[in-house]
């Protein structure tokens, strides 16, 4: 089991960035492969990037790609979300989550078994 606590969330204007970090308890870290969704108010969560246990494959949302970059310091337990020009539509609650099924079929939130408490971002016009 493990638990993941997201921080780095805060208030910017359009164009601005961030960078969010989530912090993971246990020794078994890489072991897992792992995720950052946002849920935007109103609508659903969703996925906006994954990162393999070890870090060589990454994927992302359409709307974020050439933006955002996923990562992860597994010696650090931590895997992070830079985010660059970022906008009003990028405005919502960010979730890290944790997920031992394989990386090709963890790409929907019901494959993530283990999840943060969530940080607000956001972004002014």
């Known amino acids: 089991q493990v638990q993941l606590a997201e921080s780095g969330g805060g208030l910017v204007q359009a164009g601005d960035s961030l960078r969010l970090s989530c912090a993971a308890s246990?020794?078994?870290?890489?072991?897992?492969?792992m995720a950052w969704f946002r849920r935007a108010p109103g609508k659903e969560r969703d996925i906006v990037a994954r990162?393999?246990?070890?870090?060589?494959?990454?994927n992302y949302a359409a709307s974020v790609k050439g933006r955002f970059t996923i990562s992860r310091d597994n010696a650090k337990n931590t895997v992070y979300l830079q985010m660059n020009s970022l906008s009003p539509e990028d405005t919502a609650v960010y979730y890290c989550?944790?997920?031992?099924?394989?990386?090709?079929?963890?790409?929907?939130?019901?494959?993530?078994?283990?999840w943060g408490q969530g940080t607000q971002v956001t972004v002014s016009a």
């Open positions: 989550a944790a997920t031992k099924r394989g990386y090709y079929s963890a790409y929907q939130e019901a494959s993530y078994a283990y």
């Open positions: 990162i393999n246990q070890s870090g060589s494959l990454t």
């Open positions: 246990g020794r078994t870290f890489g072991d897992y492969n």
